[in-house]
């Protein structure tokens, strides 16, 4: 079965200054798709990046992009230039089609962001 | 607006009680997937559905139960069978089943025992 680990329960950063929340996962297929979502306090998920494992760029969505490497099973989620509405937690999320597309969340890291 | 409406937002269950959690979408999506998320934790896969009237079961499907009837409408009981249904209980849904098509989920039912 595959598993996602985020090491970092919590995580702070200040306003303006980068983070990265680290994530790591096992399975042994090499067609799958990794995501991260963010969860603020409302509890609403909110869809941040995704990435397919075919592809070796990594993602990119504004202020957030990831560091994928899929030899060490990592993805981990850089955010620059860091806000106030970026505090939440953080999951990352594995799927694979051929499994009906359900996901596989790790235990998320919550992001304090300081003013 | 297209998307997830779930209800009720809050749910109290006496002992014994089977209750039902309602999930209704109109994105026309095929799949569609139940979460249940303990305190400080990540989502768990309950249920999953990827057309009418089939479904699997999940990780921890144990004391629940769903139907998939209709395209937009994927209900979950909890059953007495559940001994410990405390938990925030989301439902998500897909278009297709491509696994890189991101999951959009609704707000959320919080359950708790009276």
């Known amino acids: 079965a595959q598993t996602v680990t985020q090491s970092q329960p919590e995580m702070s950063v200040q306003e303006a200054e980068t983070v990265t929340l680290s994530c790591t996962y096992d399975?042994?297929?090499?067609?799958?798709?990794l995501f991260w979502y963010k969860q603020p306090p409302s509890r609403q998920m909110i869809l941040v990046i995704r990435q397919e494992a075919y592809k070796q760029q990594n993602a990119t969505e504004n202020r957030f992009s990831v560091n994928f490497q899929k030899a060490a099973k990592s993805f981990s989620l850089k955010i620059s230039d860091s806000q106030l509405g970026d505090a939440a937690m953080y999951f990352c999320a594995y799927g694979r089609e051929t499994s009906g597309s359900r996901l596989t969340f790790g235990e998320g890291t919550q992001l304090t962001v300081n003013p | 607006d297209g998307g997830i409406t779930q209800s009720p937002k809050y749910l109290f269950r006496k002992e014994g009680q089977n209750v039902t959690l309602s999930c209704e979408q109109n994105l026309n999506h095929d799949a569609m997937y139940w979460y249940r998320q303990d305190p400080g934790q990540g989502l768990r896969l309950i249920y999953y559905?990827?057309?009418?009237?089939?479904?699997q079961k999940g990780d921890i499907a144990e004391g629940y139960s769903v139907s998939r009837e209709k395209k937009e409408s994927f209900p979950l009981t909890v059953t007495s069978a559940q001994k410990n249904p405390t938990a925030f209980y989301l439902c998500a849904s897909i278009s297709g089943t491509a696994g890189s098509q991101p999951q959009h989920f609704g707000d959320g039912t919080r359950l708790s025992i009276l």
């Open positions: 559905s990827q057309i009418v009237n089939d479904f």
């Open positions: 399975t042994s297929e090499s067609d799958y798709y």
